[in-house]
């Protein structure tokens, strides 16, 4: 079982930056692909940033803006949020995948980007 804890989400004013964290642990010691979705509300579910293998890509609405990075030491995934918007304000949602493809998602965190 795996288990994932998010971490970093909140309130920021337009313009600023948020970074989010994304912890696994349990019984699987490592991970393909790993990365980011999110959900506004009255929205579908979106991938933002995804990253395997020292690769990496980005939804075109945050490119430039977000930067996704892991650390496979701690089977920790992150993502620096900069310049935020309000389109931003979603519930952030951190996903992981094992080498066995199976899939885990975390709790989700709020992030809200609001004047």
């Known amino acids: 079982q795996v288990q994932l804890a998010e971490s970093g989400g909140g309130l920021v004013r337009p313009g600023g930056s948020l970074r989010l964290s994304c912890a696994a642990s349990?019984?699987?010691?490592?991970?393909?692909?790993m990365g980011w979705y999110r959900q506004a509300p009255g929205k579908q579910r979106e991938l933002v940033a995804a990253?395997?293998?020292?690769?990496?890509g980005y939804a075109e609405s945050v490119l430039g803006r977000f930067t996704i990075s892991r650390d496979n030491a701690t089977n920790t995934v992150y993502l620096q949020m900069n310049n935020l918007k309000p389109a931003d304000t979603a519930v952030y949602y951190c996903?992981?995948?094992?080498?066995?493809?199976?899939?885990?998602w975390g709790q989700g965190t709020q992030v809200t980007v609001s004047s």
């Open positions: 990253i395997t293998s020292g690769i990496s």
């Open positions: 996903n992981v995948v094992s080498l066995h493809g199976n899939s885990y």
């Open positions: 349990g019984s699987i010691f490592s991970f393909g692909d």
